[in-house]
């Protein structure tokens, strides 16, 4: 395994204070509580709030501003609310039916959520660093969605029944495209390993991978168009819809289930814009004038952190900007969308990148 | 003593939460409809005190009946309820919803004479329709009323 | 229609960029409410409970049917507002009073909670004490604290007794 031979124990022992005795799972186990408490879910938050600001901004109306400063606590709110619910009594599946379907619901959760241990968040903070690391959150993206699929079956009736169809129909048409959009990627870098990826791009935009290569742009708009398609971010979500009328895997979800429901849709897109920046958008890099700075010292992992932070949430602001212009497509517009549009440029893309890098590419 | 006072200062928490949060579903049936529209949209933006319009019962918090129940879609109005999450609350609006308003009072067969007598009623707004304001108000009365402090105010008398 | 490769691929690309521009367009006409010099910019919304942003009840038109309200002081007790109201949401009750002449209006409710605000009970009143204000908020967390009591309250035995006194010991004075 890729775990024993890294730096990351040496950067974390040092960062959380903890003795060289300890075993190393417990460092890994206290990595990822700081990345998930301490990066994750503020992300997250700001980024929820920002959105229901920003669409009630474009509304030209104010957004909520009863709870906290500047309705700041908003969230909160909504989250306390959430747990609050009781358990509902429902006649239409059965109680077996309904604990496969929360055991399918967890499953969608934990699998997007193992995607942690494989977040590109930092030089320090990659935990799996292997030669396919890039591969690793697009499979649990994947997994995410087959678990949304068998929760939809479970939970019962004919609109979650529908859904599924649609939410997997919608699946492996965004995933085809992304793949080879990924492919692109790694032949841009030289390799699937996060730190490849980093090392072939710098900090200043003239060095990022989209502007290096003209075919790599069009890689990573039909990656994170595709990756929307594939977790079925708005403006893709019509197969998921959790608040219509139209029904869908997620309708009736409630309660606790819906705060983590909606939470891990966000956390989906920050996913997607995460891996999305590290491969085409100059990654965590810092200006050539640090690199002479000692390695360890922290506040250059802190920077990185930062840079690779904001980028990552100006690119999700991008998304909630084009989710809040255009109107909601069809599932069947979507899927059109990609094998007809996604699909072949994607592979123009791909013969592009690689033609490219014969030609003019590196030594 | 310190661990009442950890639970009054937690419940207050959970009470500030959910009042905070009520999403609503509404039903609608003419002018009340109307007005009660018009405060969901950007003029009166009920979304400033957190509340978002679900049109899933189950993610909904808040009934809003504005208008007139009739006999036939009484059925509907308990369905729409009995789906809905405890906790839950319901708000009548105008005076169809009150008390059955113009219809009920001359003696319409097919009209049902207020809410409560469907579902239970938390707050109730009077007017015919009430201004957005005045719903608006309706809601600020629920959160007192969720937050546990509302206050019983009278109208002031006219002295004799 | 001709149809061949040609024709089908600029089809093809025009329909590309036909629906790029219009993601453009649609992203770029959403952007002067978020920065822009003009009215876009600002905001509509009326935030109610701040009386800054939002309308008081005194800014309202002036011909608002708000809530009812009835100056007792000047109320005869006619009960033409209770006759034409139609959802008989007014109660009047009348008692003989201190003056044997003028009637002493011992119950004035108005049930707010049927009331259909129509402002017939405004326009037959004499003396003219009963208005609609520009008051709404009215909210109640019951149906009784819905009703409005302006009546001057039964009038108590003794109190019954007193003016009698009153009005015998005046009488005595004038003869």
Redesign the interface.
């Known amino acids: 395994m890729a775990l024993a031979n890294s730096t990351w124990e040496q950067h974390w022992r040092a960062l959380l204070g903890i003795s060289a005795e300890t075993a190393q799972g417990v460092v890994a186990a206290g990595a990822i509580l700081v990345i998930l408490f301490g990066v994750i879910i503020p992300a997250v938050g700001v980024v929820s709030y920002l959105f229901r600001k920003l669409g009630a901004d474009l509304q030209a109306r104010v957004g909520p501003n009863q709870a906290g400063a500047a309705g700041f606590l908003q969230g909160l709110a909504d989250l306390l609310k959430l747990l609050q619910k009781q358990k509902m009594k429902s006649e239409v599946t059965s109680a077996e039916s309904q604990r496969e379907g929360s055991f399918w619901y967890f499953g969608h959760t934990l699998v997007l959520y193992s995607s942690l241990a494989v977040l590109p968040l930092g030089s320090v903070f990659l935990f799996v660093n292997t030669d396919m690391s890039a591969f690793l959150p697009f499979i649990a993206a994947l997994a995410a969605v087959l678990a949304t699929l068998f929760s939809g079956v479970a939970r019962g009736g004919v609109a979650s029944f529908l859904g599924v169809f649609r939410v997997s129909a919608q699946a492996v048409a965004g995933a085809v495209p992304a793949l080879f959009a990924l492919l692109c990627a790694g032949l841009g870098a030289g390799g699937f390993r996060w730190e490849a990826m980093a090392k072939a791009q710098g900090f200043y935009p003239w060095s990022w991978r989209v502007f290096v290569n003209p075919f790599e742009l069009l890689a990573f708009l039909v990656f994170f168009a595709s990756g929307m398609v594939l977790l079925s971010i708005p403006p893709f979500s019509s197969a998921h819809p959790s608040s219509d009328l139209r029904g869908g895997v997620l309708s009736g979800v409630f309660g606790r289930r819906f705060a983590w429901l909606s939470f891990s849709r966000t956390y989906a897109l920050f996913l997607w814009s995460l891996i999305s920046v590290v491969m085409f958008l100059g990654a965590w890099n810092l200006p050539g004038f640090l690199d002479g700075a000692p390695e360890r010292e922290r506040w250059v992992f802190v920077l990185e952190l930062i840079v690779v932070l904001s980028k990552t949430v100006s690119l999700m602001l991008l998304a909630g900007w084009i989710e809040r212009a255009s109107p909601r497509l069809r599932t069947d517009h979507v899927t059109d969308l990609v094998w007809w549009v996604f699909m072949p440029a994607a592979l123009v893309a791909l013969i592009g990148t690689a033609l490219w890098e014969r030609l003019w590419g590196g030594p | 003593m310190k661990d009442g006072l950890w639970s009054t200062s937690i419940a207050k928490v959970l009470d500030w939460a959910r009042s905070n949060s009520l999403w609503y579903v509404s039903t609608g049936a003419g002018c009340c409809a109307d007005e009660a529209l018009q405060t969901f949209g950007c003029r009166y933006d009920l979304e400033r005190f957190g509340s978002i319009l679900k049109t899933d019962p189950a993610q909904a918090d808040l009934l809003i009946v504005s208008g007139l129940v009739t006999q036939k879609s009484k059925e509907a109005l308990k369905a729409l309820y009995d789906r809905m999450i405890a906790p839950k609350y319901v708000m009548a609006l105008g005076s169809c919803a009150n008390c059955g308003g113009a219809f009920a009072r001359s003696g319409a067969y097919c009209v049902v004479a207020g809410v409560d007598q469907v579902v239970p009623v938390d707050v109730y707004v009077p007017g015919c329709p009430p201004r957005p304001e005045a719903i608006m108000n309706g809601i600020i009365k629920l959160q007192e009323k969720i937050q546990g402090n509302a206050i019983e105010r009278q109208r002031p008398r006219f002295e004799a | 229609m001709k149809t061949s490769v040609l024709s089908t691929t600029r089809v093809?690309f025009s329909s590309?960029s036909a629906g790029v521009r219009s993601?453009v367009q649609?992203?770029s006409?959403?952007l002067p409410?978020?920065w822009s010099a003009t009215e876009?910019r600002?905001?509509?919304?009326?935030?109610?409970?701040d009386p800054v942003s939002?309308?008081t009840p005194d800014e309202l038109p002036s011909r608002t049917r708000g809530?009812l309200e009835?100056?007792?002081?000047r109320c005869t007790g006619c009960k033409e507002c209770e006759e034409v109201c139609?959802?008989?949401?007014i109660k009047v009750e009348n008692e003989p009073g201190e003056d044997p002449g003028k009637t002493w209006v011992a119950v004035f409710d108005i049930?707010?909670?049927?009331?259909?605000?129509?402002g017939l009970c405004v326009e037959v009143c004499a003396p003219q004490s009963l208005i609609h204000t520009r008051e709404?908020?009215?909210?109640?967390?019951?149906?009784p604290?819905?009703v409005?009591?302006?009546g001057?309250?039964r009038v108590t035995d003794e109190q019954r007794e007193k003016w009698d006194i009153m009005r015998r010991s005046q009488e005595a004075e004038n003869l």
């Open positions: 093809y590309i993601l649609a992203c006409s959403i409410y978020l876009l600002k905001e509509v919304t009326e935030q109610y409970p939002s309308r809530l009835n100056d007792i002081q139609p959802v008989k949401c049930d707010h909670a049927s009331c259909i605000f129509c709404y908020e009215g909210a109640a967390l019951a149906l604290q819905l409005t009591s302006f001057r309250g």
